[in-house]
């Protein structure tokens, strides 16, 4: 298939230490839409034969050198061969116009790392996972609810974008009048930016300056993409998604048929953390009225908050990863 020629960063760029366990190199792969996507692949250095393989990526509005690159290189020094990838519009990922987002083609970004994977000499195709943070927690649970090569899903941290989206934090929001509200000022937008041709932005998740009485959890987000995991290509650290970019999302549920899932999945969530809900909600919808609720775990992290699960690797729960892989066949 062909591939879109991307310009990609040769030298180390991430957030966190480069391993002397594992080799790192650049990939690229397509999506069923035509997009190619940018990827740091992780291979544990010294091993030989067929792995086993995750993709990772997130949070929603990040990119592979923040937090999903940290949790690939730590899974490759535990025996996994593993990708962290920009989805579709951000990052070193192509697709025009930037900054967009999709339930339908982010799900696809992930199916796409699958396919990738599964056809690579040194992996496993019957042994493939997938980890999604943050926003792409719940895109990872949509893309095993459709894709059965997926043996084992982990959640961490997750949100449901379409509901928050739809229903605003906490579900604040949640009434006809506030959702039609919100969809005459994105159509109106929409008008103005097409007469001009070209896509505001809709500024990242922490604008600075913070004001004194910003929320906890908007301060949290600072620390990390303003602060300690700053990226010139995040954009959360940035100028953040389109103004429009994820109008799709209040019209589009995502994880409609995740009782349906057979394979195992995890979610892990901090006891502190301002999207626990989300998580939480999403667990006992997956295992309600379902027939495969035995191999599905909700996994709380005492004191934990949401940022916790991006970087803190006291916080992360890798060993419990890693041994829920290796027990549910990817291994």
Same mark, same amino acid.
Request: hydrophobic share 35%; glycine share 8%; with cysteine.
């Given at each position: 298939?062909?591939t879109?020629? !991307?310009?990609m960063?040769?030298?180390w &760029? +991430?957030t966190?230490p480069?391993?002397?366990?594992v *080799?790192?190199?650049?990939?690229? /792969?397509?999506?069923?839409?035509?997009?190619?996507?940018?990827a740091?692949?992780?291979?544990?250095?010294n091993v *030989?034969?067929?792995?086993? %393989?995750?993709?990772?990526s997130g949070?929603?509005?990040?990119?592979k050198?923040?937090?999903?690159?940290?949790?690939?290189?730590t899974?490759?020094?535990?025996?996994?061969?593993?990708?962290?990838?920009?989805p579709?519009?951000t #990052?070193?990922?192509?697709g !025009?116009?930037?900054?967009?987002?999709s339930?339908d083609?982010n799900t696809?970004?992930?199916m %796409?790392?699958?396919? /990738?994977?599964?056809?690579?000499?040194?992996?496993?195709?019957?042994?493939?996972?997938i980890?999604?943070?943050?926003?792409w927690g719940?895109?990872?649970?949509?893309?095993? $609810?459709?894709?059965?090569?997926i043996k084992?899903?982990?959640?961490?941290?997750?949100?449901?974008m379409?509901?928050v989206?739809?229903? #605003?934090y906490?579900?604040s929001e949640?009434?006809?009048?506030?959702? /039609?509200? +919100?969809?005459q $000022?994105?159509n109106?937008?929409?008008?103005?930016e097409?007469?001009?041709?070209?896509?505001?932005? %809709?500024?990242?998740c922490v604008p600075l300056?913070?004001p004194?009485?910003a929320?906890?959890?908007?301060?949290?987000y600072s620390?990390y993409y303003?602060?300690?995991c700053y990226h *010139?290509r995040? !954009?959360?650290?940035n100028?953040?998604?389109?103004?429009?970019?994820?109008?799709?999302?209040?019209?589009q549920?995502?994880?409609?048929y995740?009782?349906?899932?057979?394979s195992?999945?995890l979610?892990?969530?901090?006891?502190?953390?301002?999207?626990?809900?989300?998580?939480?909600?999403a667990?006992e %919808?997956?295992?309600?009225?379902?027939k495969?609720?035995a191999? +599905?775990?909700l996994?709380?992290?005492?004191?934990?908050?949401?940022? &916790?699960l991006?970087?803190n !690797?006291?916080?992360?729960?890798?060993?419990?990863?890693q041994?829920?892989? *290796?027990e549910?066949?990817?291994?």
């Amino acid at each position: 298939m062909k591939t879109e020629e !991307l310009k990609m960063v040769s030298e180390w &760029d +991430k957030t966190f230490p480069k391993s002397e366990k594992v *080799e790192h190199k650049k990939i690229t /792969f397509v999506n069923r839409y035509g997009i190619t996507l940018a990827a740091d692949m992780y291979t544990p250095k010294n091993v *030989e034969g067929k792995l086993p %393989a995750i993709a990772v990526s997130g949070p929603f509005g990040a990119v592979k050198e923040q937090c999903s690159g940290l949790y690939a290189q730590t899974m490759a020094e535990r025996g996994f061969l593993t990708i962290a990838f920009d989805p579709s519009y951000t #990052g070193e990922s192509g697709g !025009l116009p930037r900054y967009m987002a999709s339930p339908d083609i982010n799900t696809e970004d992930f199916m %796409a790392a699958v396919d /990738f994977l599964s056809v690579q000499n040194n992996v496993d195709s019957d042994k493939i996972g997938i980890i999604g943070i943050c926003g792409w927690g719940g895109m990872a649970i949509n893309a095993a $609810a459709l894709d059965t090569r997926i043996k084992a899903t982990v959640a961490s941290t997750m949100y449901d974008m379409t509901r928050v989206n739809a229903n #605003g934090y906490f579900d604040s929001e949640d009434s006809e009048e506030a959702r /039609f509200t +919100k969809k005459q $000022a994105i159509n109106a937008l929409r008008t103005e930016e097409y007469k001009k041709g070209v896509y505001s932005r %809709a500024g990242g998740c922490v604008p600075l300056p913070l004001p004194d009485d910003a929320p906890f959890f908007v301060k949290d987000y600072s620390e990390y993409y303003k602060g300690r995991c700053y990226h *010139e290509r995040s !954009l959360n650290s940035n100028e953040g998604w389109n103004s429009i970019g994820c109008q799709s999302f209040m019209n589009q549920p995502i994880l409609k048929y995740s009782n349906e899932i057979r394979s195992a999945v995890l979610i892990i969530h901090g006891e502190k953390a301002h999207s626990y809900y989300f998580g939480k909600d999403a667990y006992e %919808a997956m295992i309600k009225s379902s027939k495969y609720a035995a191999n +599905k775990e909700l996994l709380t992290i005492p004191d934990a908050v949401h940022t &916790d699960l991006y970087d803190n !690797l006291d916080v992360i729960p890798f060993d419990k990863m890693q041994k829920f892989f *290796e027990e549910n066949g990817v291994c």
